[in-house]
């Protein structure tokens, strides 16, 4: 169990968390990093199973350190399919969305976000701009964009789901598995012992 949630199942229990006991079982957590993952994998980054995206994208959301498989999404300047999306429960999913890495509008804003929270989704990848900026650093939720517009997008629902996308020089395809932390976002065609 992670320190965060630690100390949210702490707080929830209603028990004064003892930040030592906090912190050591911190310490005894084996979180792996990004890095780790690919010093690790020499075999699957050469061979494609493991792959990073370029380093293009801007950190938001509370969750820094998110993972878990992939659905696609592909839209360009309309958020439609990607609301409806975050309407589902998310089951530790990751919504990956292209947005032809439009940078006029913003195709996601703080209320999916917050409903995307809700529904318990892992994570959200945005080729494309995002907005209502401090809302979504405030939620417990990993989000990666390309960077905030004020401009909000057309809600007319086009687009395609559950397609192969390329984004940032990566191929990525629903069902693969993501995983992002500080040091970047891999994806994966199997999920990974970490």
């Known amino acids: ?16 968390p003892n930040i030592t006991e906090v912190r050591k079982k911190k310490k005894k957590m084996a979180f792996v990093t990004t890095a780790e993952v690919c010093d690790a994998n020499q075999d699957l980054i050469r061979s494609g199973q493991l792959r990073a995206l370029q380093p293009s994208f801007q950190i938001y959301g509370r969750r820094q350190i998110f993972s878990g498989p992939v659905v696609t999404v592909k839209v360009f300047e309309d958020n439609g399919l990607i609301r409806q999306f975050l309407e589902e429960k998310g089951n530790g999913r990751v919504l990956v969305v292209d947005g032809g890495g439009s940078l006029r509008c913003a195709i996601l804003g ?4 917050v409903q995307a929270q809700n529904n318990g989704w892992a994570g959200i990848i945005v080729n494309g701009c995002i907005r209502d900026v401090d809302e979504i650093n ?5 989000v990666r964009a390309l960077a905030s517009h004020p401009i909000k997008a057309s809600k ?5 789901q559950r397609v192969p996308l390329n984004i940032a020089g990566t191929r990525i395809c629903d069902g693969e598995w993501l995983y992002a932390d500080t040091d970047g976002i891999l994806v ?3 999920e990974l012992s970490v």
Do not use: H, R, Y
């Open 1 to 16: 169990m992670d320190a965060f949630l630690l100390t949210k199942l702490i707080v929830l229990l209603g028990l004064t």
């Open 110 to 113: 703080g209320n999916p976000v």
């Open 138 to 142: 405030g939620c417990d939720i990993g």
């Open 156 to 160: 007319k629902g086009l687009g395609e």
């Open 188 to 190: 994966s065609q199997v």
